[in-house]
């Protein structure tokens, strides 16, 4: 059973372009991580989103947790192409100790 | 530190062949986990540990089994492996099994299964 679906599933932009990725569910998460994984490497933490309309930014990375926690926003301003990646949303069951990841975004930055 | 280390990195099978991979972590961390990924589905629990002497079915069990033999190590076996297990595998581990501890990845395993 996939519980996070995520959009658009590629994206290829300019550099220096703005973009939003976003991951959604029926589902209540108790929070929602986001993770980025580059071509043969496993995934890297990139934040955890704890609060219903929680916001976090991290540099030019801006990410949003749904108030009703069922759903999250990645917003990358001015892109560049040490972004290129596959994003990935992940969250925790509300019983704890499973995460369910999204289906990943893949992004490309032309330079 | 190494972090998370995974062996083999890449493995052939054909169906049927039972093969074990291995998971190790030199950052004393209590919880440990499987995942498998495959295009358009994102990473799938397989098992997980909460902490050494335990193991838990995650969303996709079916066709594995997993050992946790020390607090570094824990491992994936498939008895009989079968094409749809054809993916790649992540192993990773965490403090605590909730989201206040981030999960570190290893660098997967590549596998085919003909």
């Known amino acids: 059973t996939q519980l996070l679906e995520q959009s658009p599933q590629f994206l290829s932009i300019q550099e220096g372009e703005n973009l939003t990725v976003y991951c959604n569910s029926s589902s209540v998460f108790s929070s929602l991580q986001w993770y980025r994984q580059e071509p043969g490497e496993g995934p890297v933490l990139l934040v955890t989103?704890?609060?219903?309309?929680e916001v976090k930014k991290l540099k030019r990375l801006t990410f949003q947790f749904g108030d009703a926690r069922k759903d999250s926003s990645l917003h990358i301003t001015a892109a560049q192409p040490g972004d290129t990646g596959l994003y990935l949303c992940a969250g925790e069951a509300r019983t704890g100790n499973q995460f369910y990841f999204g289906t990943g975004t893949s992004l490309t930055v032309i330079p | 530190n190494a972090g998370v280390t995974q062996t083999p990195k890449f493995q052939v099978l054909k169906t049927g062949q039972s093969m074990t991979l291995q998971c190790a972590q030199d950052m004393n961390h209590n919880s440990m986990y499987w995942y498998r990924q495959d295009p358009g589905m994102g990473l799938r629990l397989i098992y997980y540990s909460a902490s050494e002497g335990t193991t838990d079915k995650g969303e996709v069990p079916n066709g594995y089994n997993v050992s946790r033999l020390n607090k570094r190590e824990f491992s994936l076996r498939l008895e009989s492996a079968a094409p749809s297990q054809t993916s790649v595998y992540f192993c990773a581990s965490s403090w605590g099994d909730r989201s206040a501890y981030e999960q570190y990845f290893g660098p997967g395993t590549r596998l085919t299964v003909t």
């Open positions: 989103v704890v609060t219903g309309g």
